[in-house]
């Protein structure tokens, strides 16, 4: 395997692109840095000068309003200009326009590219032909990374249950299409979570999950026994047409999160969902909205997990090396 | 001779003339993280303020961010919601390049216009980089150009001085 | 035509069963005898071929140079340059040109463009289907007498198994040999990598082993169903080569061959999202990998290609399942043959063999051997000699490889065809 492109020549990070490849060391200290920007929220003034003069551009091939906003406040939290580009893919969209469209946004002197794209890999392509001084964050890359999400959901973990060693979490859903579950499974092993567990249909797991790192489920009251956290994943509608599942009323029959199936997990277990939700599909709203859900704490976590990676991606930018 | 008692002694004494002089009516003192939340706290005792103490971190203000990058131990700042029209007392520990003080000076004026700053430091040394001096000192001294100068506290306070490696 | 002497060089002919240091007399194009000087032979031209083996020319089963239709991508002059310079002179190509080579029109431009670029042994592979779409027959009479070799579904699926059923059939009544790429559409659902721990790690949509080994299995059965003879292209998994093992065993007229990096890369080799990996089809696990070699070495697998396929930048420029597929395969040919005799999965006789032997055999080609009387192609390699593949090194237009900056060992140094010779590597 190549080096990791993620950190500069003094291992500090300089791309944002996948968990993989991270140390633990590196990932509590963006919890760590994250936790410093919380507050900044009740603040009154809720910026801080660290990236004043700095452009950072938004791109999103992929629509995605909740996402972008955060990134957007995030940029703007930390004093930076922002751009937000959103870009329909066409069908004939190849490795031309994208280049073109880096080069043409680099022309203009820009610091940062945060990525949004349907392809997988399009995050780690744009990073390696960008020029040397641009910092490249990946904000959902076909169905390989979304590492942000990873660690705003890891962020909301810590504030909640604090040590990793001594929890077991739990994944449920689409894992096969979720770019979500590849990056929380990558960072929940990298803390050091006692277990992971993936409980889905067959279908909607991909090939040898267990080299992940995972125990595997297809029974939700079984897969919940001693779970302390559970992550709920978005079932898309279009898995219902691609013969991955009959219907949605099949799969919240079995693996859909209701009060009921709930008491199986432990009982001061929390719930988790990168959002946007899908009532009464995979979870039922009385559990959403419900005392165990974290749901709402996870979105406002986002914004500062975003700003922590941003500044750490762009710190000694000044540095000639 | 560098004494604590002394120190903090000679610093009351300045602020309570500054305070006359310039008219601080309903002062707001301010104190900067870490070794000036402790003066400050020892001021704010000795000159009776009600109010409780301002905390600034500058951490997000300082002018070397790209070459030190981000300290993830960074609490927020703590300050009341109007800025606006008051006369703050800003105290830190040692008064070096200035450069904190410029930090501190922006993220105070983020938050609002305020009326006058006074600033309050227990030790003011040689080095400065950036116009600004302090208003209020315990004492004014001279070190080689390899020396630093530290507080360390909160109990007890204590003067440090060290030499730094040439090789850095 | 002239009288040409190769001397001290070390023979290896597998099919002669020659392995020895001696010299070859060629005349008038053909070989003229091994070892065993001729009567009154003053030659014209001496190569020195001392320290070096001389062999066979190569024959390549699988190759496309992309004209007629995507010069952008290469040309005839480049990619021919890059057969010599790898010991091929007889290449095999596949149909899937633009347009597709499904009438004769087509493959006389084939002709003509070869001429051209001064490489006369270049053998089209027929479409099996119109336009390769997989529904309609293609005159495969007329192409097999405007000079193509066999006929051929390059990648591209046969939907129907009724037409491919027809397909074979009416091969078999001209005699013409089927060059079948075994691949289930369905189940090879848009996939850019094997479907296994890397695809599942990086997100990649992955292709399973059995997309090949379904097809394998049905065409294997109209094998039996038809009498058609099937050559089966670039196997990449363990259970194809069972497939076909049990098929020759049972006495079906088959043989199979495998694309060269196939020996060597897996998808553990994959740098994160390398477009210079992606290739079709994919690498696959260790696993494979080895049985592919035991099946080379055992005689399962009859033979070794290229899978030639150079790109120009732009379509290796994106997200990885973005990017077009294959490999500008031509020049390593030889030094990764080599490098499997050095791991000694396969024997350096074997490896000659399955690069000029056995391809010839299974085009019923009278060629791939230093036989008295037959063409002289010839290749004459230093094994030792070490090299980078780089932009000075290398002639195709197309430099999407892994192997890009690595170095390689061993090197053709002169090859000829039909006793001219057509490359030489220069002395600095």
């Known amino acids: ?321 | ?168 | 035509m002239k009288k040409i002497l190769i001397k001290q060089g070390r023979i290896i002919d597998p099919a002669n069963n020659i392995d020895g240091v001696g010299p070859l007399f060629i005349a008038e194009g053909k070989i003229v005898s091994v070892i065993n000087e001729p009567d009154d032979f003053s030659p014209d031209e001496v190569i020195d071929a001392g320290n070096q083996i001389v062999c066979p020319g190569f024959i390549d089963l699988s190759c496309r140079l992309r004209e007629p239709g995507q010069s952008r991508k290469a040309t005839y002059k480049s990619e021919t340059r890059a057969a010599a310079s790898g010991g091929v002179t007889t290449l095999c190509l596949q149909p899937d040109t633009i347009p597709v080579i499904d009438t004769p029109a087509v493959a006389e431009l084939i002709r003509e463009l070869a001429d051209k670029a001064e490489y006369r042994q270049i053998y089209p592979i027929a479409a099996l289907t119109q336009k390769l779409e997989g529904t309609e027959l293609s005159s495969m009479l007329a192409l097999k007498q405007a000079g193509c070799i066999a006929v051929g579904n390059a990648s591209q699926p046969v939907w129907n198994l009724l037409v491919l059923r027809r397909a074979m059939e009416y091969a078999a009544s001209h005699d013409l040999l089927l060059m079948f790429r075994p691949n289930d559409y369905w189940l090879g659902n848009n996939g850019c990598a094997h479907e296994g721990t890397v695809a599942t790690r990086y997100g990649l949509p992955g292709i399973p082993a059995a997309a090949e080994t379904i097809a394998l299995a049905h065409c294997l059965e109209l094998v039996e169903l038809t009498g058609c003879r099937v050559h089966f292209g670039q196997l990449s998994c363990k259970r194809s080569v069972i497939k076909i093992q049990q098929a020759k065993q049972d006495g079906l007229n088959v043989s199979a061959d495998v694309a060269i990096h196939q020996l060597h890369l897996t998808e553990d080799d994959i740098a994160p999202f390398d477009s210079a990996f992606h290739v079709l089809p994919p690498l696959r696990t260790e696993a494979d990998k080895q049985y592919l070699r035991l099946g080379l070495a055992g005689g399962a697998i009859d033979s070794l290609c290229s899978d030639h396929q150079p790109h120009d930048m732009d379509a290796k420029l994106g997200a990885f399942p973005e990017t077009e597929p294959g490999i500008s395969s031509l020049e390593t040919l030889l030094p990764l043959m080599l490098k499997l005799v050095e791991e000694q999965a396969i024997t350096l006789m074997q490896g000659v063999a399955r690069l000029s032997t056995d391809p010839a055999r299974i085009l019923q080609l009278n060629s791939g051997a230093l036989t008295s009387g037959w063409t002289a192609d010839v290749c004459i390699f230093d094994p030792e000699l070490n090299w980078q593949v780089n932009a000075d090194n290398w002639q195709s237009s197309g430099i999407n490889t892994p192997f890009w900056g690595k170095m390689m060992k061993g090197r053709v140094t002169h090859t000829l065809q039909t006793g001219k010779t057509i490359f030489c590597l220069k002395k600095d």
């Open chain 2, 1 to 168: 001779m560098l004494e604590i008692p002394q120190l903090l002694d000679n610093l009351e004494t300045s602020l309570k003339r500054a305070i006359a002089e310039r008219k601080l009516a309903n002062p707001l003192m301010i104190g900067i993280r870490t070794g000036g939340v402790w003066v400050a706290e020892q001021m704010h005792r000795r000159l009776a303020i009600i109010e409780p103490l301002g905390l600034l971190d500058i951490s997000f203000y300082r002018d070397d961010f790209s070459q030190i990058g981000v300290n993830p131990n960074v609490k927020p700042s703590q300050l009341p919601i109007n800025i606006e029209g008051r006369n703050i007392i800003l105290i830190d520990d040692v008064f070096y390049t200035g450069r904190t003080i410029r930090a501190a000076l922006n993220e105070i004026f983020d938050y609002g216009r305020p009326n006058q700053v006074v600033l309050g430091v227990l030790i003011e040394r040689n080095g400065k980089q950036i116009p600004l001096s302090p208003d209020c000192i315990g004492a004014s001294i001279t070190l080689d150009q390899d020396r630093r100068i530290k507080l360390t506290g909160p109990a007890p306070l204590a003067i440090d001085v060290q030499t730094i490696n040439a090789m850095v």
């Open chain 1, 1 to 321: 395997m190549t080096d990791n492109m993620q950190l500069n020549s003094e291992g500090k990070l300089k791309h944002f692109l996948t968990i993989e490849g991270l140390s633990k060391g590196l990932l509590t200290e963006i919890l760590d840095t994250a936790e410093s920007f919380i507050g900044m929220s009740d603040q009154q003034v809720k910026k801080v000068p660290l990236l004043r003069g700095k452009t950072i551009v938004n791109l999103f091939f992929e629509n995605s309003t909740r996402t972008r906003t955060t990134f957007e406040l995030a940029a703007k939290r930390l004093s930076a200009d922002v751009l937000s580009i959103s870009i329909a893919t066409s069908s004939t969209a190849k490795g031309e326009s994208l280049l073109d469209t880096i080069r043409n946004l680099e022309a203009m002197f820009v610091d940062m590219f945060v990525v949004r794209h349907a392809i997988s890999g399009a995050a780690h392509f744009i990073a390696r032909h960008a020029a040397p001084h641009i910092s490249v964050i990946n904000a959902g890359d076909g169905q390989h990374a979304h590492p942000t999400q990873a660690m705003l959901d890891m962020f909301t973990i810590r504030q909640i249950k604090h040590d990793f060693s001594q929890l077991r979490v739990a994944i449920i859903g689409d894992i096969l299409h979720s770019r979500v579950a590849r990056s929380e499974i990558l960072a929940l092993n990298t803390l050091g979570a006692a277990e992971v567990r993936v409980i889905a249909p067959k279908t909607l797991l991909p090939a040898h999950v267990e080299s992940l790192g995972v125990s595997v489920s297809h029974n939700l009251t079984e897969g919940l026994k001693d779970i302390d956290v559970i992550i709920m994943l978005r079932l898309q509608k279009e898995r219902m047409t691609s013969a991955l599942l009959p219907s949605e009323s099949e799969y919240f029959k079995c693996f859909g999160l209701t009060e009921e199936k709930l008491t199986y997990a432990k009982p001061d277990a929390i719930v988790m969902h990168p959002g946007p939700i899908n009532r009464g599909v995979e979870i039922d709203s009385k559990v959403a909205d419900g005392p165990q859900s974290v749901i709402l704490k996870q979105v406002s976590n986002g914004i500062a997990i975003r700003m922590a990676i941003m500044a750490m991606a762009m710190q000694k930018q000044g540095l000639a090396l």
